[in-house]
């Protein structure tokens, strides 16, 4: 049974049963017949292959939406449907024909085959990784946990992923970058970096619902980036301060809850819901039938500071929450010159070229692996060894295929090394 979230902390001791390395025989067996399935339906059509229903694709969101005037200012000079690139050349800050990502975008999936989808859906993780989220978020039932990850592998087509993080803020809705509606910064105590969400600053109406499911989707995806071995999860400060029912926004909710447990389950290390109000408990007993009971035994509640400092250090909580973390958010917004790499279609020919090297290099591997005793220590590290190369290869590959975001052009995230430290120093 894992350990309980507050013993990790009271401990200091992350809890690593289930992950990747460190795995019980029986695990590990079942990370085996995973990848079987996975290679044995390589080249099956992604659409035939048979996902869990639980899991199902919500097309619910999907409809038009009755817009308000988009002349309507929302935020500090950002109207409503305004994208973060319209409002760059509006300012003047970006010429009329400049574009911020270039459009040479095209999906890394060679045909519509399951296998070419699920390695679209790996990017820059480690695949045992992910595949090890889904048997853990399904108890190691092995039928349930395929079928979920054939689910998440449809949806990531059905909502264009791939598109969202080539494009990136660009196309992010202006006013929710500005506002910061949620930011990564910090790391709690066991290490998993922190994002913080404050509640007040986001109302329903201020954007389109389909804006709002876009950047929940690029945030998650860039959260992925900002995870190091051996840290696979996150901790989610829900920031109630000054939070009323303007600005509850149930649609939202509702698809968050859905995307974070069926589409990127195990991902969530703490949610901390802070500075409450006190008719919140009411409507905590609303949300928590949603929440699958793994992910509500992860939510801890802070009235205060104190609350806080149970899970997280004085230096990484923000001084405008009782820390000593000097850091403010403030969005800085993306240049025409960062993304330059991704026109580059001859660099990018040949580090997919090389990642496909690398991928079919685990497969090979994996495959004399999955029927090896697991005795067979030369051979398991000879295939360790390959998902390195392969996530080295898929790292050299971003540049080319990811926009730029916000956490590189703070310097936040420099040559994929995550150091906070300089946002932290004092002003």
Known sequence: MPIKITTQFET??????????????????????????????????????????VAAIDTSSDKKENNPDESIEVYEGCTYGQTVEDKLKKDG??????KIVPTEYETLRLDDSFGEAFWSVIREDNPDVLF?????????DLERAKKMGAAAVKWRIHDNVEEIIWYGES??????MAKGVSFVHGADRLGHPIIWSPSSSHHQRDQPFGSMKRYLIWMMETSRQLLRKPIEKV????????????NMDWPFVKMFVKILESYYPECLALCIVYNGPWWFSGVYKMIAPLL???????????KNVDGLKQFIDE?????SRGGKNVYEFKYVPPTVDENAAMADLVGRKKAVAKWREAKNEVERLTEKWIVA?????????QRLDSIKEYVKASVDLDKYTRARHMYHRIGALKNEVLDWSELQKAK
């Not at 800050?93 to 400049?98: E, I, L, N, T």
């Not at 699958?292 to 802070?302: G, L, N, S, T």
């Not at 230096?315 to 001084?319: E, G, H, N, P, V």
């Not at 005793?373 to 590290?381: R, T």
Request: charged fraction near 30%; proline fraction near 3%.
């Open 235 to 246: 901790c989610l400060i829900m920031d109630l301060t000054g939070h009323s029912n303007s």
């Open 132 to 140: 090890l989220r889904f048997l853990r978020a399904r108890k190691w």
């Open 292 to 302: 699958d009971p793994v992910v509500a035994a992860k939510i801890q509640f802070a």
């Open 315 to 319: 230096d990484q909580i923000l001084t």
């Open 171 to 176: 196309k992010n809705e202006a006013s929710l």
């Open 93 to 98: 800050k970006v010429g009329k024909q400049d």
């Open 12 to 53: 200091g001791e992350l809890d690593l049963s289930g992950c990747c390395e460190n795995l019980k025989c029986e695990e590990k067996t079942a990370l085996k017949e995973f990848w079987r399935f996975m290679l044995n339906n390589k080249s099956t059509p992604w659409k035939e292959v048979e996902s869990d229903p």
């Open 373 to 381: 005793n697991n005795d067979d220590s030369e051979l398991e590290q």
